[in-house]
């Protein structure tokens, strides 16, 4: 089997025909003058040749060997670290950090898909610096001066990587709960006491430290604040002049074993009177890793798109080379003993879904890196309007790109029949690898219910309102689509906006409702939308030098609208029906 290979061609349609991101990015000063289409596909083909040859190699053996934990030292796996030497070099790690502290400042909207190249490669090789990258960010965001001058600089040449501490094992979701201590010293420093579990990339020999960035509750007179605050907490000191100093009070009490992304070190974290800094405000600490926690949503909802497409090439190619009963169509037949795989209709059914998924979810991405760059650099209504639409679309991100990540790698699978339910071919690997992706930096039933009831009902409907009003606009003005394609999704879009009129009215009788609702309602949105970034892609699909290219968007064009969108509709009868028969029966009969 061939290894991974980088999308680059779809990639840079996306970039240059549908998005006109120079365009996009030269209107943000922050990338007027280095962000430009010849430099976003350099920086692509040097992302695919990285993760091609060097990391996607690795993936196989680091799912065997798993990450190692003796004498309080976590090992990752063979060729891990010298890899991450190469990652880290290139400057990866900071594609789109701050300038000022060593980053090379470049647009999310590149970055989504530098970051599904690298999932593509390997889900848990691209992890490690996922979290560093996030970790940064928040640091960015929110760290004083002082904080950012010591840490951002190692932090984005790799020298050191970042962890996210939120997770203890009586505070998953809810994070009121949390029981770390964090008591201030006469230096304005604070002492962190307590322990996290689920801590990607909480200790690795990738680096020579590791920045944890920990939710603690400062202790007060009266006990814990119940207000939750943020510290900066490294594995090791760091001294003024930007030297390493002595051990901090942190340890790895163990390594959890896992389903899947074995090659990631998920750990569990003790802080033992550890030296730790406030970021930002006291009691302020949700907010302020809320922005790395919305960075790494929508890095995830990635991670579900790169495993997906991944398993669509295994697939692809599998199918195409497996021969396997007769077409049922004698035109289709070779004439020999058995066909392809490919003349069976499931199985093209299977391919079909998987790649309409994945090329939908690719220019999703790209726009939402859009709205994001938009957001942070732009300025005015503009900008303001981004960010609304960042709060529409982060949940929608990472809830749907996963579960239809899921959905996709076990069609791969399935595709393979026995021969992907053993190690050799990759399959079950990715459709381990993907699990997790459904359930870490909030589950998505969570994502679901952040969507359906802070986003859309809390606002009375409104941004969503808007949202879909410009989508139906741009669509309605498309001259290069199919008319009944143009109808299906204009008729989709008036769909949802009436059920989310019909939601927002009756949230306010029945408090059920939201939650009940909340998972078929994200999902009808994510269908629908798909909907319309494929016929984005179609209505430009000609400006492609490529004819084959052109043709294939149009064909799988007409099977999203045809085979896959009509799922919406379904969600949205699902709504119809209430929150009753869910809530009906009592606790203790279940």
Known sequence: MKGYKAPLADMRFLLEQVFDAQNEWQQLPAFAEMADLETAVAVLEESA?????????????????????????VKTPDGFADAYGQF???????????????????????????????????????????????????INAHGSDELKEKFLPSLYSGAWTGA????????GSDLRGIRTKAEIQDNGSYKISGSKIFITSGDNDLGENVVHLVLAKIATDKGLSKNISLFLVPKILVNDDGSLGDANGVSVGSIEHKMGLKGSATCV????????????????????????????????????????????????EYAKERRQGVAADK?????????????????????????????????????TGLQLDIANYGEGEAAEWAGAQVGLLTPLAKAFLTDRGLDSTVAGQQVFGGHGFIREWGAEQLVRDCRIAQIYEGTNGIQALDLLGRKVVANRGENMKRLLEQFSAETSAMTNVDAGH??????????????????????????NLVNCAAVDYLNAVGYTLFGYFWLRMCNVADEQADEQFA????????????????????????????????????????
């Open 49 to 73: 040749k990285l993760n091609e040859q060097v990391v996607a190699p690795l993936d196989r053996n680091a799912d065997e060997q798993g990450v190692s934990f003796e004498n309080g030292i």
């Open 331 to 367: 035109s289709m037949r070779s004439g020999e003993f058995n066909d392809s795989l490919l003349v069976h209709g499931d199985v093209r059914r299977m391919l079909l879904n998987i790649r309409s998924l994945n090329e939908a979810g690719r220019a999703f991405a790209v726009h």
């Open 164 to 171: 996210m501490d939120m997770t203890e094992p009586q505070a």
């Open 551 to 590: 043709s294939d968007k149009r064909l799988v064009t007409d099977y999203y609208v045809k085979r896959v969108m009509p799922l919406a509709a379904h969600h949205l009868r699902l709504i119809s029906t209430g929150a009753g028969a869910t809530m009906a029966l009592e606790l203790d009969r279940f």
């Open 88 to 138: 880290a070099e290139g400057g990866w790690i900071g594609l789109c950090g701050n300038p000022e502290f060593g980053g090379m400042g470049m647009p999310k909207s590149l970055g989504v898909l530098t970051d599904e190249i690298g999932y593509g490669a390997s889900n848990a090789f691209q992890l490690y610096g996922s979290l560093t990258a996030g970790a940064a960010l928040c």
């Open 486 to 511: 143009k109808d299906s999704v204009l008729t989709a879009f008036a769909e949802l906006q009436g059920a989310t009129a019909e939601l927002v009215d009756a949230a306010r009788n029945d408090a």
């Open 269 to 316: 974290m003790n802080y033992d009177d550890a030296e730790g800094y406030l970021i930002g405000q006291e009691g302020r600490g949700l907010a302020a890793m809320f922005t790395m926690m919305n960075y790494e949503r929508v890095s995830i909802g990635i991670q579900g798109l790169g495993a997906s497409e991944m398993a669509y090439q295994l697939a692809a």
